[in-house]
């Protein structure tokens, strides 16, 4: 079992964690609310969201990221919001000469679309309330890293790393960080679709200094750490947690 969070931190600030179904959103509720704050959960599956506000007491909104309209909605009518965590993914895995149209553009709609749409109803909500907010959007290693039978995937991550630091250049005067965090594999139910063939686990392994994949728990306190006040002059970064990956 772990071991409870005793860090109160958060407490009296509202959080809103996108894709928090499961991974690494699932993790990053649990842990910011363990710290005290108000968490609203937003996900595509009812169920998920279910056992999650029974497990932690978060507020749920059950919305599908991949409409832009209804996303827009959905952010706009749970604000006012202190601190957003864009966590919401999905990858589907075809080779670069047979990546779909269709495919493309899903996993921007998710992946890079909404954390634009939710960031800017957030960000208007703290520039309007006058609050030094903070938002983290959840990128990955393949941002750098080109993956075979991933060209939408890695393309969406790369384009969330770039509108980060655009994000954190224009909302800065507001008093507004924003980051981002760039996990290696990280063992959650998406990683599976990925991952679960050892042919194709083993290479990746292999890079890996530290010799094992990523937890969510792991990735989630590196999230709370960009949002706390401990990252106050922290903003615009990419923060790898890849065990030692990019430094091979």
Not at 73 to 94: F, K, R, S, T, Y
Not at 157 to 168: D, E, I, Y
Request: glycine residues 8%; contains cysteine; hydrophobic residues 50%.
């Amino acid at each position: 079992m772990p071991t409870p969070d005793r860090n109160r931190e958060l407490t009296g600030k509202t959080a809103l964690v996108t894709g928090a179904g499961k991974g690494i959103g699932r993790a990053t509720v649990q842990l910011l609310a363990e710290r005290g704050a108000r968490v609203v959960a937003m996900s595509r599956t009812h169920a998920d969201l279910q056992t999650l506000a029974e497990e932690t007491g978060c507020e749920t909104v059950c919305v599908d990221l991949a409409d832009a309209a209804a996303t827009r909605e959905a952010a706009d009518a749970v604000q006012p919001v202190d601190l957003l965590v864009n966590c919401a993914g999905i990858v589907e895995l075809q080779p670069f000469l047979e990546t779909s149209i269709e495919a493309f553009d899903a996993i921007m709609a998710v992946n890079l679309k909404a954390a634009m749409i939710v960031g800017q109803s957030c960000a208007r909500s703290m520039i309007a309330r006058g609050v030094h907010g903070s938002i983290v959007n959840v990128s990955s290693l393949s941002a750098t890293v080109g993956l075979p039978r991933h060209a939408a995937y890695c393309a969406s991550k790369a384009a969330l790393v770039a509108l980060t630091r655009v994000m954190a250049v224009e909302l800065g005067p507001h008093g507004i960080r924003v980051n981002t965090v760039n996990p290696v594999v990280t063992v959650t139910p998406m990683a599976e679709k990925a991952w679960s063939d050892p042919a194709k686990s083993a290479p990746m392994l292999a890079r890996i200094p530290l010799n094992r994949f990523v937890q969510p728990l792991e990735v989630a306190r590196r999230i709370a750490y960009l949002l706390s006040d401990g990252a106050a002059m922290v903003s615009g970064v990419s923060l790898a947690v890849d065990g030692g990956f990019q430094a091979g």
